[in-house]
């Protein structure tokens, strides 16, 4: 139809027809266009409202030029009310009896307005192209529930991926899958296994009505669910699949936004034939993620613009990771077309350091939403990243008085227990060189210019990625550096729901409405004591230590300079060490806390507490990324390529650094879920083991560390990153050993 409308003739025919009849009006020339070109529905009514919206098009590309609008003034309308009163029904399925599914219609229609206008979370809003609404009734309690159906999503890309949707047959396809837009049952209804009954029985006339309505059968039902507010229990029980989610675009979305909130995607097939076809697409694509390597799956969303190019850089992570600790001379070993693959990547113009950390969000969204924990802790922090070896390398800025180098200042996702789920923003750059020395310049001008910046940037980046796991709560957690009034006021100005947990500085003086945070709370009344872990720092050795904690709700003042700033309420956690440390170097803890979660009792400020303590954790990652994958060591000549190559290994760090604590989490998961088969093999034939079944992935991980000088003692803690990444260069070696020998022997196998 598009293709028609934007045609000549249809052009030429409306410019003859408003010549030839003076003030036609425009509901007048949309019936005699639907005539010309035959615009008509299946059952011969004339498609106006689509005529329409392509004429207004036309108009607005001033292709042509329509009749002036006609505007009338609107009658009056009387609200429609009902006497309708809610009933409170428990009971089960036998003792309710039979139920009756009533197509809605005239003053059934109205009646269904009414109920879903006040008890459905979406109230009443416009359905989409064709409808059907049905009303649900007990004889003996009366009025349950209402459902409705309604034209399909335009575009969606994983139905349309597994049910084999293009350009071509999109239109003959669209017409035979129609949405479940609505279904509710009455507040007051419990009763076990209601909505799978009525599912049933509507299934049982949902195609003949829809195909008496529009001489179309249909074939698949779709629906979505937004798990803000609900689980998509019922659609479970109801035999609906579960072919994923939606990406939070609109159909209006040109910019790649991702606005909306992200919705599970269920599929109902009424029709044997497209059943069959939806479960072999299903099962192709499970067998195809399997062969897929672990690279592909992670940057699956990475778009340089040409695939072959995408590719390499999937390859080119995988064997990174394969030999962390190695140059590219040592990982593409043997390889001269190899290595002169990786460095013409590297030197692509395609290739940016932020198309591949977008991929890696994308993931990170993914993990985040699969976690069945409610909180993500969100830690920032900054690290050098010292490149003094490159005296020739352009675009390096000064780090210290001698040193050259690039900043680099990351926010990463963790679970309440500290397993890494993966980055969420990473802002990179170098300072300039004629700055050196301007400390006290610097720091007169708004925050906008200055570094600070960068703990506003990733707030935000947090509160973006946010609305696509909009389930979760998301702590946003930094230390000193970050004690910045403008954090907060950020979070307040842009109502984000992204909450903060901040370290505050005592230099700063933080005002409150009763005078300093740092003179107020040591004098409140002491609440609690407990024991928090101080892990080891430099020459500092780890220990447990008692402190007493104190908390007071207080309201933030903005500080000198900054009145235009408003007042921010928040929580302070006052912490201060009880206990003496062991050594002299150790200095008594003591934390001021800042969050703008509304915390009460002794078991939420607990968890606030051992959330600041988890903070640590990015410091581990960022050991792993500078000792684990040798950053510092990478040979470029520019600081553009460095950062791309900094994305990659970045990626491979949070891979070992995740594999490390899935160990500890997930002891006994099948080690299947991150090895390939060929290294486990080989890792039990190195350890003298026969196992019928794959070690778990706790057993793995031990067998790995001990490659790299893991004693596995009984007194020895969990092995750590460290020598899982010396553990896995070794892996490859073996696993390519086995591979090798296995083809060896299958080549000498006497044929059948």
Known sequence: MNRIAYSDNVKSFIENTMASQEGITRSKLTALVCNEFNWYSAFGKPRKVECTTLLNKMEDKEIIQLPKKQFRAMKGTRKQEFEFSLVNVECSLEELGPIEIILAKNNKCKLW???????????????????IRYLIKSPKYGYLGALSFNSSSFKLERRDLLLGITNQNRADMLNRIICNSRTLILPGIKINNLISHIFKLVFQRLSADWENLTGIKPVMVETFVDKAHYLGTCYKASNWINIGQTKGRGRNDQYNKYEKSIKDIYLYPLDR????????????????????SWAKKELKTLSFGNKRIEDRCCNMLEKLYEKPCSSLMEVFKGSKAAIKGSYR???????????????????TCERINEHTGKYILCVQDTSEIDYSTLDDAEGLGYLHKSTKGLLLHDTMAFTENGTPLGLLDAQVWARKDEDFGKKHKRQQLPIEKKESMKWLNSFNACEKYHDRCSSKTFINIGDRESDLYELFAEKHNSNAKTELLVRCEKTRKRNTSDGYVWDVLPKEKE??????????????????????????????????????????????IYVSEITKASDKISKPLEWMLITTINVQSKKEIQFMIQCYVLRWCIEIYHKTLKSGCLVEKRQFHSAENLMKMLALDMIVAFRIYHLTKLGRETPDVSCTVFFEEAEWQALLIENNKTIDKPPTINEMIIMIAQLGGYMNRKSDPPPGTKVIWKGLKHLNIMKNMYISVKNVLLSKKPHA
């Open 113 to 131: 307005n009414y109920l879903v206008e006040k008890y459905h979370y979406l109230h009443n809003s416009k359905l989409v192209g064709t409808q």
């Open 273 to 292: 034939k497209y059943n069959d076809k939806l479960i072999k697409a299903l099962d192709k694509e499970v067998k195809n993620r399997k062969q897929e």
């Open 345 to 363: 990547l590297i030197n692509n113009e395609r290739v940016q350091m932020k198309s591949i950390l977008n991929a890696h969000y994308d993931s």
């Open 527 to 572: 609440m609690f004591r407990m024991n928090v872990h101080v892990p080891k720092s430099g020459v500092r050795i780890a220990r447990d230590a008692v402190v007493s904690v104190r908390v007071k709700r207080v309201e933030l003042i903005p500080p000198i300079g900054k009145k235009n700033l408003p007042s921010i309420e928040a929580t302070c």
